[in-house]
């Protein structure tokens, strides 16, 4: 169980433990992918910027990755449009593809920018297409056509690290931009990954809204190694929105970033207990 951190004894022993990890992460980057699951309300959103504002205050450099499916997909239910998805992936037609950017380049992005700027961070929100952040190609899985499902070509992160030294806290949403400018939907957790590999990022954060990978049973597994999350897929014990997830987990521990970490998004506070806890919480993948 999480610690309780709503007693003055629990605090101080969060605060004690702490100390080393903040000296620690001081000027490293960590890449904290929000999933939409994760954003349910003002209270939570809020909450998630407080701890990412904190970060900053103390000398981490946290780059924000959000997602937003369950809000793209309530937009497309108003207009009468039903999603289909294969493997975890939105397929993204013409009319779909303008949702997806409204919804994750607007609406979306700018709630989370306007609640870390309310906490007292300086935020600034991106889509891919911005300073040419993200190069996209189309995506497609055995042999489906998904319209304009992207997968990350190239990465260039100079407009990430410009914000970064001037101390401004960046927020992206997971839009591509293709050789012709046309625009992609691309998996936020892939963003999120394919950033922290480039970004050599201390660890990749993945916020949703289970408490970590579950075994069969049910209960969240706290660490596991490459070979042990083959043999759960292969066993189908992790499948649908998990495999993104865990997938872009692995290729960034198999491509330089430290750690990656899946948690529960909705819980309080729960990337600084992640952070700042000898036990962590949710679930830690390392190399080996
Ligand atoms: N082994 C597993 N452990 C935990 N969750 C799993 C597992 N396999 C599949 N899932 C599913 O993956 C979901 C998280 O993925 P997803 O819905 O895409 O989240 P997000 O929107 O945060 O990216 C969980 O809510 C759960 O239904
Ligand atoms: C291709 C594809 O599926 N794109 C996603 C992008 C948003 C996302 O990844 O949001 P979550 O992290 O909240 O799931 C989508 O259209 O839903």
């Known amino acids: 169980m999480p610690i309780d951190i709503s007693n003055a004894q629990n605090i101080a022993r969060v605060l004690t433990e702490a100390l080393p990890y903040i000296r620690r992460f001081s000027g490293k980057t960590f890449v904290v992918k929000y999933g939409g699951n994760a954003m349910k309300g003002d209270d939570m959103i809020q909450s998630f910027a407080r701890d990412i504002v904190l970060m900053k205050r103390v000398g981490m450099n946290p780059v924000v990755v959000h997602g937003g499916g369950p809000q793209i997909g309530g937009?497309?239910?108003?207009l009468g449009k039903k999603s289909e998805f294969i493997e975890g992936m939105r397929v993204t037609d013409g009319e779909t593809?303008?949702?997806?950017?409204?919804?994750?380049?607007g609406l979306v992005n700018k709630a989370i920018v306007a609640a870390i700027n309310q906490q007292g961070g300086q935020a600034v929100g991106l889509t891919g297409k911005d300073g040419g952040l993200i190069r996209a190609k189309k995506l497609t899985i055995?042999?489906?056509d998904l319209g304009q499902v992207g997968e990350v070509d190239s990465i260039d992160p100079r407009v990430v690290t410009h914000l970064?030294?001037?101390?401004?806290?960046?927020?992206?949403?997971?839009?591509?931009?293709?050789?012709e400018g046309e625009a992609y939907n691309i998996?936020?957790?892939?963003?999120?990954g394919k950033l922290a590999s480039v970004l050599k990022a201390e660890k990749l954060m993945l916020l949703t809204n289970v408490m970590g990978v579950k075994d069969k049973e049910g209960n969240v597994l706290t660490g596991l190694t490459v070979p042990q999350v083959q043999a759960l897929i292969a066993d189908g014990t992790i499948y649908?929105?998990?495999?993104?997830?865990?997938?872009?987990?692995?290729?960034?521990?198999?491509?330089?970033?430290?750690?990656?970490?899946?948690?529960?998004?909705?819980?309080?506070?729960?990337?600084l207990?992640?952070?700042?806890?000898?036990?962590?919480?949710?679930?830690?993948?390392?190399?080996?």
Do not use: R, Y
């Not at 593809?97 to 380049?105: A, C, N, P, S, T």
């Not at 030294?165 to 293709?178: D, E, L, S, T």
């Not at 998996?187 to 999120?192: E, K, M, Q």
């Open 75 to 78: 937009h497309l239910e108003k």
């Open 240 to 271: 649908g929105g998990m495999l993104p997830k865990i997938q872009c987990a692995l290729d960034a521990v198999n491509s330089g970033v430290k750690t990656a970490v899946i948690i529960n998004g909705e819980l309080d506070h729960s990337v």
């Open 142 to 144: 055995k042999g489906q």
């Open 187 to 192: 998996n936020a957790d892939l963003v999120a």
């Open 164 to 179: 970064e030294a001037g101390g401004f806290i960046p927020v992206i949403a997971p839009v591509g931009v293709g050789s």
């Open 97 to 105: 593809m303008d949702v997806v950017e409204m919804m994750l380049g």
């Open 273 to 288: 207990l992640e952070l700042f806890t000898n036990d962590g919480i949710g679930t830690l993948i390392k190399a080996h």
